[in-house]
């Protein structure tokens, strides 16, 4: 704890103490808080997605074929919404 009262917590990655704010909810620890901050999580997501892209988008493609019927009703959704989204968009 800080001077203003503010639970501070270290990160693993940046070594820097930052408030609990700056750290992803995580109901498995102890403080329920990831033990990354979000900066640092969202590094390494972006480092792990350019190293591993070919190996996420084949994932991605297979869960669109074995659940073919479920990312249709998907799609659809959030097609009829910006179409919904669009006409909204143009009324006076």
């Not at 820097?16 to 700056?22: D, I, Q, S, T």
């Not at 190996?55 to 959030?78: F, L, P, V």
Request: aromatic fraction near 8%.
């Amino acid at each position: 704890m800080d001077q203003q009262g503010l639970i501070k917590k270290r990160c693993i990655v940046c070594n820097k103490l930052l408030p609990l704010e700056k750290f992803y909810k995580n109901k498995g620890n102890k403080d329920k808080r990831q033990n990354l901050c979000k900066d640092c999580d969202k590094e390494q997501s972006a480092n792990y997605y350019k190293k591993n892209s070919n190996k996420i988008i084949k994932r991605h493609w297979r869960w669109i074929e074995n659940n073919r019927e479920k990312h249709n009703q998907i799609a659809y959704r959030s097609s009829k919404k910006r179409k919904q989204e669009k006409k909204d968009e143009y009324k006076i």
